[in-house]
């Protein structure tokens, strides 16, 4: 088994991705492989580390989603869904955002049988008709009433590669982003119809708004104030525990468990 991760940044968001990686890699008991799309012209070089444990590619953007962003968001949101289309050779990734802390062995995400769900994530209390309006100001058109009462999906996620290669998944998500021209998140929400395995709050918890007893298995640092420019904002102190930076992971300087 290989823990296989899609990420996708630009320049900016190029370092606190280290961080990311590193977390995962310090208590992961399988081998990581990372596909990361980069935007930006000086594109890093790919590498091995850790006797082949850590595989990092990054990958130019080739044909992207495109639609319109909220300010919270970037470009690379929507690069990171070019996986579904250009990942054949995976049966399932974790789609993972810059601000995210994998605190957990991801391993065990991986053992996870997704039958014929075409994704797993922690899902809301809210519909995705409810959140298009409330937290994207996004009126969804009446032929899509079918799935306005679906659960809404929280970013990142794993996707299920191969059921989705096998239901025109991508299409559909196209389909979705030229139809609305609005944010990835929606098409994907829009593309799955509801077919979500739910994994607990703990796998992606917001510190900025959730206890300290609730923080899990992986935080999110989903708000406009980030850890790396707010040291005091809450749970910052974990990522700057953890930070790196990929030149530390390239030279093997990332302590991680024996390889065994």
């Known amino acids: 088994m290989t823990a296989k991760i899609i990420l996708g940044t630009d320049n900016k968001g190029l370092e606190p991705h280290a961080t990311l990686v590193a977390s995962i890699l310090r208590r992961s008991s399988v081998p990581i492989h990372i596909r990361c799309y980069y935007r930006g012209s000086d594109k890093p070089s790919d590498f091995t580390a850790y006797q082949g444990w850590l595989k990092v590619e990054f990958l130019d953007v ?22 579904v289309r250009d990942f054949t050779d995976w049966d399932k990734a974790l789609m993972l955002d810059w601000d995210q802390l994998c605190l957990m062995d ?23 008709i409810k959140a298009a309006s409330e937290w994207f100001q996004r009126q969804l058109p009446s032929d899509l009433s079918h799935l306005y009462e679906a659960k809404w999906p929280w970013l990142g996620c794993m996707f299920n590669l191969s059921q989705m290669r ?27 119809e509801g077919r979500i395995r739910e994994w607990p709050y703990s796998w992606n918890c917001c510190p900025l708004w959730e206890k300290p007893a609730d923080w899990g298995f992986v935080l999110h640092y989903s708000t406009p104030r980030k850890p790396w420019d707010d040291p005091k904002m809450p ?3 974990i990522w700057w525990q953890e930070k790196t930076d990929w030149n530390d992971l390239r030279q093997e300087k990332v302590k991680r468990p024996p390889i065994l």
């Open 62 to 83: 080739v044909n992207p989603l495109v639609g319109t962003i909220p300010a919270h968001i970037t470009l690379p949101c929507f690069d990171r869904v070019s996986g």
């Open 106 to 128: 991801v391993a065990e995400f991986f053992k996870q049988d997704m039958g014929d769900n075409l994704m797993a994530a922690r899902l809301d209390e809210e519909t995705i």
């Open 166 to 192: 096998a239901e025109n998944t991508w299409e559909k998500i196209v389909g979705y982003q030229n139809k609305l021209g609005w944010e990835e998140q929606l098409s994907i929400a829009l593309a799955v």
């Open 235 to 237: 749970a910052a102190n």
